[in-house]
């Protein structure tokens, strides 16, 4: 068990030293000025010349690279050229903002997906099997942007039943005094209900739209290894000798199937991580995505280069977590077996 | 095993039945006709068929994308503006359909250069083993470790806005995916005894590797393919949506549905909606396609 953990963290580390110099390759060393790009398009000869030496940027690729990586590995990811303030603060700041939205879609898409799969699984070829495999191809390839404008069109300019698209909270609301950073159980902590209920629909759209593309790879992962499951021998054996099905189902089934659905989970994850920049762009969420997609539009590599690692490490970090409930989970890995899965 | 795909009806028990053959049936089998069994492949084959109907000869039949009528602007869907026109009043069908043209042709650049490239050294990988496979798994680790829409959009954001440069940072993103398909493919395949066959009759390795393994490799990266397509045309429309890569004024689905997004809180909801639909009923094509060949759809 803690020579496999420690093997994992090795890797993990391994991954995320890698995650940094890649950064470091997009962002100085491919073709294309990296001083032009942050100087913007309206920039003068000088005020280039001013920036290359601002950001170090005429010193050779491995003075530059010396200085990157010290400033990195000692968490200072810069300075933004946007904000003048420490890329690391700001967006630390933000983070629990994404964490939040992330939090709730996936809580949602586990909701859907994973009945959804089960039900699918144990009537197969059904047509509730038939409908869960168009939902799967239908959230597979849906764009969050336009399943957002959906949203935002029909539930609130028509139908007013949710706020629109402008922050965690309506404009003049105080946020709670931060306990988590989760708006909606801080609110609860503090005891002031009304407070989490305007939380909670500032957060319905955005997390409906993440929920339901993200409920597609679960719902699959589900149906699949439940069916895996349920075709094994120990499960002929059980019904064969009398177990009731829905024991079967869920002692048998579901518990086998948990595995592939942690890594699902773990992966849908990831793709959230990249998912936000879109989603919170389209809800003016106050998030990490939200900051890099400003980032962009005004050249900021500074900060653009600090979310890239930062969604990097989460992704790391994730999978470390998933590796750890795996080996929870599945007892083989526990006690150091080989897994078959 | 494939994800959604039909599995054996005894659940594979057959074939641990020790010493059991199943008989050979004389004559072939029925099978239902293609539409019955892959109902998904067909539907997903003819709106493919209407886009690359859309793409290659759309273009020839509406107004020039560009034109501004300023006096039409935000008029809603009529017969002489199917999807109506947007805030410079430009006819948002005509520049739907020739955005088709750039957004087909994009997502399937991406999915064959991805393919070509990923198997190409995923051949090699798998193929000759050694420090090259260790390298080549290390580094598809590192850039799988980013989720593939964040490395397209700090790829394009360093090299700058063009077309060309979003179809090479989103092939990127995908190559990996089809390095480790490849690879686990050629493993499998170089213990065949045709390969050995192929060595003994004196062909060179890099010719055993290209010429035999890589062919009789390939079936699951093409399965893929039709799905990244589908992913492609996704990502570069997600990354227009933002203002990277593809920018306006030019004719592209992200591109439109970013300028009309706004439209959207005014109620001119076809400036967006329509140029979206179209997106995500092309991406849905490709799914169709690739989950009824039984690619891994994840």
């Known amino acids: 068990m803690w020579r496999y953990l420690g093997r994992r963290l090795l890797i993990s580390m391994a991954t995320v030293i890698g995650i940094v110099i890649i950064v470091f390759f997009i962002v100085r060393v491919l073709p294309g000025d990296a001083a032009i790009v942050r100087a913007g398009p309206y920039a003068n000869e000088q005020k280039v010349a001013e920036i290359r030496q601002q950001y170090g940027l005429s010193d050779p690729i491995p003075v530059q690279f010396r200085d990157y990586i010290s400033e990195v590995f000692t968490g200072n990811l810069g300075v933004s050229i946007r904000t003048n303030g420490d890329v690391t603060d700001e967006l630390l700041q933000r983070l629990p903002a994404s964490l939040e939205l992330a939090f709730y879609a996936v809580v949602l898409a586990a909701i859907i997906g994973i009945p959804m799969g089960i039900i699918a699984a144990a009537r197969r070829d059904s047509w509730v099997d038939r409908m869960a495999r168009v939902f799967a191809v239908l959230g597979s390839s849906m764009a969050l942007f336009w399943l957002g404008l959906l949203l935002i069109y029909f539930l609130f300019f028509k139908l007013r039943w949710f706020p629109g698209p402008i922050d965690r909270l309506a404009i003049g609301t105080e946020p709670p005094d931060s306990i988590t950073g989760f708006f909606t159980i801080d609110a609860a902590l503090h005891g002031d209900f009304g407070l989490m209920v305007e939380a909670f629909r500032y957060l319905a759209l955005p997390v409906i739209t993440l929920g339901f593309v993200l409920a597609a790879p679960i719902l699959k992962m589900v149906r699949a290894s439940m069916i895996d499951a349920l075709e094994s021998e120990h499960v002929r054996t059980a019904r064969a000798i009398g177990v009731p099905y829905w024991q079967i189902l869920f002692r048998d089934g579901f518990r086998n199937a948990l595995l592939p659905v942690t890594t699902a989970i773990g992966i849908v994850f990831g793709y959230m991580l990249g998912g936000n920049v879109i989603v919170e762009f389209l809800f003016a969420w106050p998030g990490v995505g939200r900051y890099a997609y400003t980032a962009i539009q005004v050249n900021d590599l500074e900060a653009l280069q600090g979310f890239v690692i930062v969604v990097g490490i989460l992704y790391v970090g994730l999978n470390v977590v998933i590796d750890l409930v795996y080996a929870w989970i599945d007892p083989r890995i526990r006690l150091g077996k080989k897994v078959a899965a | ?298």
């Open chain 2, 1 to 298: 095993m494939s994800v959604l795909g039909p599995t054996s009806p005894d659940g594979g028990a057959q074939e641990r039945v020790e010493g059991f053959i199943a008989p050979e049936i004389p004559g072939k089998a029925y099978q239902l006709p293609l539409w019955r069994r892959k109902p998904l492949l067909i539907i997903g084959l003819v709106i493919l068929g209407i886009y690359v109907l859309l793409a290659v000869a759309g273009p020839f039949f509406v107004d020039d994308p560009r034109v501004t009528d300023p006096a039409n602007f935000y008029q809603g869907p009529s017969s002489d503006n199917w999807f109506g026109t947007d805030k410079f009043g430009r006819d948002v069908f005509a520049r739907a359909v020739h955005a088709a043209r750039l957004d087909v042709t994009i997502g399937i650049v991406i999915a064959l250069s991805s393919m070509v490239i990923g198997s190409a050294i995923g051949v090699v990988s798998g193929y000759f083993g050694g420090w090259v496979d260790e390298v080549m798994m290390r580094l598809t680790d590192v850039v799988m470790a980013f989720p593939g829409f964040v490395l397209a959009l700090v790829l394009v954001a360093a090299i700058g806005n063009s077309v060309p440069n979003v179809v090479i940072a989103v092939s990127v993103a995908y190559i990996p995916y089809f390095i480790r398909l490849t690879r686990a493919q050629v493993l499998a395949e170089r213990e065949l005894e045709y390969v050995d066959g192929a060595k003994l009759a004196g062909n060179s390795p890099l010719r055993v590797a290209f010429r035999h393994v890589l062919p009789n490799s390939m079936g699951p990266s093409f399965v893929q393919a039709a799905l990244v397509a589908g992913w492609a045309i996704l990502t570069v429309a997600g990354l227009a949506f933002l203002g990277v890569g593809i920018r306006p004024p030019t004719a592209e689905w992200g591109v439109m549905v970013a300028e009309g997004a706004p439209d959207i809180i005014t109620g001119q909801w076809w400036t967006a909606l329509f140029p979206g639909g179209m997106i995500v009923l092309a991406a849905m094509a490709f799914q169709f396609i690739g989950d009824d060949m039984g690619a891994e759809t994840l």
